[in-house]
């Protein structure tokens, strides 16, 4: 089992950038894909980013695309989401998720995979 620890968040204004860290640690936290979550109060779970095992493959959700980038670093065992040009419409807790199969990461949900506790990001306009 893979143990996650979200890192980063704040309070920002809009336009400015932050970086959150996922931290993991367990026997198998550098061979598992890793994805970024948000959810808003009173809306549904967003996926945000996902990144391979092996950081080759990303995927963006469309409201991020442009300017997000999920990137790790497998000798720290963290997976990093960069958020550039961050609009009030970003405010929400952020979670990183793991499991073993890239294509599996975006359907997760917290009753399956590896779970963090969640850093809220609050964007104000």
């Known amino acids: 089992q893979v143990q996650l620890v979200e890192s980063g968040g704040g309070l920002v204004q809009a336009g400015d950038s932050l970086r959150l860290s996922c931290a993991a640690s367990g026997r198998t936290s550098s061979t598992s894909a890793v994805g970024w979550f948000r959810q808003a109060p009173g809306k549904e779970r967003e996926l945000v980013a996902v990144?391979?095992?092996?950081?080759?493959?990303?995927e963006y959700g469309d409201s991020v695309k442009g300017r997000f980038t999920i990137s790790r670093d497998n000798a720290k065992n963290t997976v990093y989401l960069q958020m550039n040009s961050l609009k009030p419409e970003d405010t929400a807790v952020y979670y990183c998720?793991?499991?073993?199969?890239?294509?599996?990461?975006?359907?997760?949900?917290?009753?399956?995979?590896?779970w963090g506790q969640g850093t809220q990001v609050t964007v104000s306009s």
């Open positions: 990144i391979s095992k092996d950081g080759f493959r990303t």
């Open positions: 998720a793991a499991h073993s199969f890239f294509t599996v990461v975006r359907f997760l949900d917290p009753s399956q995979g590896s």
